[in-house]
């Protein structure tokens, strides 16, 4: 099965290493443009793949779990022959960059308004959800004005742009994130940051600095808050630029 990816070599002659980047729930490696340019332009070889099923990679969200998204990291790593890289996600996507450097390392893991692991959430719901869902039916706003209101960090055609290229996600990955996905502190003993959103709740389905905060206790790591940051917003928004030049000069301490 053919994962997609978007590579954007640096030309700085100085390379500083190979960064992932792994995308939340409905997105795809466009959710990324703003991180990849700027990591690429500051020494990074950047590798922003689409999960199977979604953006341009081959196969299906039904059925997907969150195993299956992680050997989608590891699928990437083996084809472009990546030695320890970064790997950073997001929502859905920071929760399977966890699951990835529990089984096979990293230089560093960056996770972004993460789903947070079973350690973390506790004891989830039992619940099995449909095969797919959209992210109308977890809660974004359909209406304009309603998901401005919601994302009021994001210009009005990034918001339109966004809405456009989401696509389906699957029930079966849900359910499992739901009931809760064991990472244990101990597998994660590569340096790691969580960077939480102020704003990441202003809808249903959001995740935020409050969650962050709480991975970041229990993994005893480093968290970065971004104000005004909402979910979506954080990549795409006007606080994202200040987001990963905060990631950027964490990683340079590492």
């Not at 990324?32 to 990074?44: A, D, K, V």
């Not at 990835?100 to 619940?127: L, N």
């Not at 309603?146 to 742009?161: G, N, R, S, V, Y």
Request: with cysteine.
């Amino acid at each position: 099965m053919q994962i997609f990816t978007h590579v954007q070599k640096t030309e700085q002659e100085d390379v500083r290493g190979s960064v992932i980047l792994v995308h939340g729930s409905w997105g795809s490696s466009a959710m990324w443009i703003e991180y990849t340019q700027f990591l690429s332009q500051n020494g990074w070889d950047v590798y922003a793949l689409d999960l199977r099923g979604h953006g341009q990679s081959e196969g299906s969200v039904s059925g997907a779990t969150m195993e299956d998204y992680a050997q989608d990291v590891k699928q990437v790593v083996t084809e472009y022959d990546l030695n320890n890289p970064v790997i950073i996600g997001h929502s859905m996507g920071g929760l399977v960059a966890l699951l990835y450097v529990a089984q096979y390392g990293a230089e560093a893991v960056v996770a972004i308004d993460p789903s947070p692991t079973k350690e973390v959430q506790g004891e989830g719901e039992k619940k099995e959800y449909p095969a797919t869902y959209s992210p109308i039916e977890a809660g974004m706003p359909a209406d304009p004005m309603e998901a401005m209101k919601a994302f009021p960090d994001i210009f009005q055609e990034t918001l339109m742009k966004m809405h456009q290229t989401l696509g389906k996600e699957s029930g079966v990955a849900r359910s499992e994130r739901k009931s809760g996905i064991s990472v244990p502190k101990e597998a994660v003993s590569m340096p790691a940051l969580f960077v939480g959103g102020e704003c990441g709740e202003s809808v249903p389905f959001g995740i935020g600095i409050k969650t962050a905060q709480a991975m970041a206790e229990y993994y005893q790591k480093d968290v970065i808050e971004i104000k005004g940051a909402t979910h979506p917003g954080i990549l795409i928004g006007e606080h994202a630029m200040e987001a990963v030049q905060k990631i950027d000069a964490w990683l340079s301490k590492q």
